[in-house]
């Protein structure tokens, strides 16, 4: 992926941050890997991949407190080379927060105004119009130990907002707070996010919440960025086995293409007895070998053999969990391969196929996905 900056330094609202042939190297380890993405004003863009991958470096050059190896990176069509963090318009919200502890709400959040010599009356209107964004006016007297994690963390994110950034970097920041409040506090944190009109890049290991809060995801992995795109894209059409695998779960089958047509194709797979029929065409050289992803809820469960010579298999039913609104079917082909098949309940009382029992397999011409192998 290569996004050439732009030329003039001024910016557009597509490429409001550019991150242009990024690279990070300590010493032997390479912890970026050549990053090129834009990010657009207002947005809330989310960093995704797994412990290590290099999120928290790409995090802390835009921040300034890393220097890059190679790559540039502009705000607002604005060169941050030699810039320090302090001349940055960036604000980054650390994973532990790092509040003060001997001070109160309001004077964590008033901190940086008042490092900047602001006159009184202006900090207190500020400070007091940042905690009701948060809502938290009632906690102004209280210090940090005295508030939940998730009283923290909104004050943690007055305190970011306070200075009007126009680049806000959030580092986990759901990592402190319990999984039942979570959910709740994501969507709070994109609503207050949309009333400021606030640049947002945020990282997360967390996919879900990476799909919930985010308008556009780049899932990294080994200091590369493999995908960007909108939640339901990257889940719909992945572009790689690891974002396939990464995204959700998936069941992938390896094999052959043996028909490329413009408007379909048929890959044809030791683990299943019949053809993979896809309706749509690839690029690509006959025989060339690929993965198809099929998504368990894209896969029917049915007690009689379809008909055709495509798209179904049988499969007995190595265990089946019931999760309430679904089923997880754990199934396994006669080749031995093992499939995952995720079912919407029926109606109370209808019996559904039970462990050791022969059921068929299908799915639908716009269900799979080929991948590169
Ligand atoms: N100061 C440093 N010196 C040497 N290696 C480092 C340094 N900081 C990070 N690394 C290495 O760079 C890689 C990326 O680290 P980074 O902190 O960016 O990962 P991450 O994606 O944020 O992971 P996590 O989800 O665990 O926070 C890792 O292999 C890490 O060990
Ligand atoms: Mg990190």
């Not at 290590?52 to 470096?57: A, E, F, L, M, P």
């Not at 650390?94 to 004077?107: C, D, G, I, K, T």
């Not at 979570?182 to 996010?193: A, G, K, P, S, Y």
């Not at 400021?196 to 990294?220: F, L, N, P, W, Y």
Request: glycine share 8%.
């Amino acid at each position: 992926m290569s996004e050439s900056p732009s030329q003039t330094g001024a910016s557009d609202d597509a490429r409001f941050v550019q991150i242009v042939d990024v690279v990070k190297r300590y010493g032997e380890t390479t912890a970026v890997r050549d990053v090129s993405v834009s990010v657009r004003r207002n947005e809330l863009f989310a960093l995704l991949g797994s412990s290590g991958c290099g999120k928290s470096t790409l995090l802390r050059m835009l921040a300034g407190f890393e220097t890059l190896s190679a790559g540039r990176i502009l705000i607002d069509g604005q060169d941050m080379a030699d810039l320090p963090p302090y001349r940055r318009p960036v604000n980054m919200m650390f994973q532990s927060y790092a509040l003060f502890p001997h001070m109160n709400v309001a004077a964590n959040v008033a901190f940086g105004l008042k490092q900047e010599g602001l006159p009184r009356a202006d900090i207190r209107e500020r400070v007091a119009h940042a905690l009701e964004l948060v809502q938290m006016s009632r906690y102004a007297g209280r210090r940090p130990d005295q508030l939940s994690g998730g009283q923290q963390q909104r004050v943690a994110l007055a305190r970011s907002l306070i200075k009007r950034p126009k680049l806000l970097l959030l580092d986990e920041p759901m990592s402190a707070l319990d999984k039942q409040i979570r959910q709740r506090t994501q969507i709070e944190l994109v609503e207050i996010l949309k009333q400021v009109g606030v640049t947002c890049i945020m990282v997360t290991h967390d996919q879900e919440e990476a799909m919930t809060m985010a308008s556009r995801v780049a899932v990294m992995n080994e200091g590369e960025i493999l995908q960007v795109g909108r939640p339901d894209e990257v889940y719909n059409y992945p572009n790689c086995r690891f974002v396939a695998q990464f995204i959700g779960s998936t069941n992938l089958f390896d094999g052959r293409v043996v028909e490329d047509e413009p408007d379909h194709v048929y890959v044809e797979s030791p683990d299943l007895p019949r053809r993979l029929y896809i309706n749509h065409g690839i690029t690509g050289p006959l025989g060339m070998a690929v993965s198809v992803s099929l998504r368990p809820e894209r896969i029917a469960v049915v007690d009689q053999p379809p008909t055709g010579d495509f798209n179904w298999t049988e499969a007995r039913v190595a265990n089946r969990a019931y999760m309430g609104a679904y089923s997880h079917y754990h199934l396994v082909l006669p080749s031995g391969k093992a499939v995952t098949a995720q079912v919407s309940s029926a109606m109370p009382g209808e019996a559904l196929p039970a462990a050791g029992a022969t059921v068929y397999l299908r799915w639908g011409a716009s269900a799979g996905v080929v991948l590169p192998a």
